[in-house]
């Protein structure tokens, strides 16, 4: 089945103490989706500007990404800068120029409207929630997020939190969202606002799933060497939605290996700059390294 | 098997932002004993003032701790006093006072020497490596330590390194001895000094094995409530030898179950002030955390 994701698509410049690359394809919508092309196909709606590379349409397209939901306006596409310090764990944003996302409008095309699941990737919560109110009936829908929408939009997201199946965030964005140190007493609390299933992301100490049928503790793929984590949060939930849409059986049958191909995927994305890496990996690789992850963690 | 602990034996005066509890039975020994007298005999060395309350004594010999190898000396028991922050990764030490420790010298009774599994919880590496010099062909060697001893006693930690089967530092020590952000990188360092077996442990987010197998992800028991987290390391890595010199088999088919058990006695010592919760717990309860660990890492 097919995965529907929204989100940004961007060019970004990054910065770090050894590199730097100006204008790679980024956003959240553009990792997500490479991310989940590994597993079936996928929808993508976003927005970009007239002086979006044609490389990058090629690219989405050698992926077999579907672009029927990728408006091309008139304007210069959304550029993100930043600079990560030697601790990669520190970044700070040097420019955010919107360009054609100040005014976009995600619209989904009629063959759209049908996909069983979704992925509201990073954007600001009342667009994806206009995405979802022209689905039909999607079988799972999952929502990203991050610190700046908790700062300037925590009633929009509330909102769109009570509508979703599943909701991931980062631990620190789970302190701030819930006041609570403890994640799994953040947990608790966000299902009380509507999730069955909530994912924390703990960056390369790995994720934590609550779930109607339990925990699962998603260990990272150790990296020897993380070139740039830009766009490694966004691979991971990608990761998941693709393998979840392609696999069979139950989400809860399936949600724990789909997070586990999600946490490989954003492995790589780590491994390169922007999503250099992440395209010239194949499927075989994925799978390799997943089963790595299997020997590492059997007990 | 037995396992022989050496290590430190003291008095915990602990403050949290919610409790004060003064001069409980604390230190790496007591930690590490206890935590291991879930699956079978300890010896265990170390030494005490003439203040050392009978309570503690008889509450190792409830464990079936051997006492054989504990001195009672003229003088004051060991006294440390430390403060905890609202988060509790924060901790500062309030008071030293040494005590009988100033002038310790670990010897080993006789029946001591032959001890198969020898555990050199934390104290100065120079009292460490005296009393491996005092044992006959063991084993099993590991040596845990802290960044004080990196910090003041470097040359004598390397050179005790050197002579051990296993060592088990935290993340930030493993930083601070190698100059590498990055644990992988870290660990590779490591092994070069000597020891087959290397774990980094990450807190709340487990800890990571390096052995001629291969990696081992370990994760920490998730809690919802940290009560104080003081002797934590020592418990898990208590555990995890106490496991190992039970379990029938090579150290290769069994450290990974060694590790789940001493993360699970750890988990019990975080939810009660020194080993006030651990000394309350079961085999029975151990084994349902073991249990539930595997259930929620599984995939």
Do not use: H, K, R, W
């Given at each position: 089945m097919s995965v529907l994701i929204v989100g940004s698509t961007a060019l970004d410049s990054i910065k770090t103490p050894t590199q730097e690359n100006p204008k790679?394809?980024?956003g959240s919508a553009s990792h997500a989706a490479v991310a989940a092309s590994f597993f079936g196909p996928v929808k993508m709606v976003g927005v970009v500007g007239e002086d979006f590379p044609k490389k990058y349409v090629q690219l989405y397209k050698k992926h077999d990404i579907?672009?029927?939901?990728l408006q091309i306006k008139p304007g210069k596409t959304f550029h993100w800068s930043g600079e990560y310090e030697v601790n990669m764990n520190n970044r700070r944003t040097l420019l955010t120029e919107l360009g054609v996302f100040e005014t976009f409008s995600p619209e989904l095309p009629k063959a759209y409207q049908s996909s069983p699941f979704v992925l509201l990737a990073n954007i600001a919560p009342a667009l994806q929630e206009h995405v979802l109110n022209q689905m039909q009936r999607p079988k799972f829908v999952v929502a990203d997020t991050m610190d700046l929408w908790l700062n300037i939009a925590l009633p929009d997201l509330i909102k769109l939190i009570k509508r979703v199946d599943g909701f991931v965030l980062n631990d620190s964005e789970a302190q701030q969202l819930?006041?609570?140190?403890?994640i799994f007493t953040a947990l608790k609390k966000i299902h009380k606002i509507g999730p069955k299933y909530v994912i924390i992301k703990k960056g390369s100490h790995g994720s934590i799933l609550s779930s109607p049928k339990g925990f699962f503790i998603c260990p990272a793929?150790?990296?020897?060497?993380?070139?740039d984590p830009t766009g490694a949060g966004d691979s991971f939930v990608g990761g998941m939605m693709g393998y979840l849409a392609s696999a069979k059986g139950s989400i809860d049958a399936n949600i724990r290996r789909a997070m586990i191909h999600g946490s490989v995927v954003a492995s790589f994305c780590c491994e390169?700059?922007?999503l250099n890496r992440t395209t010239k990996v194949t499927l075989a690789h994925v799978k390799q390294r997943v089963k790595e992850l299997k020997q590492w963690t059997r007990f």
């Open positions: 790679l394809l980024g579907d672009l029927a939901g819930t006041g609570e140190d403890n793929y150790p990296l020897q060497s993380v070139v390169g700059f922007g």
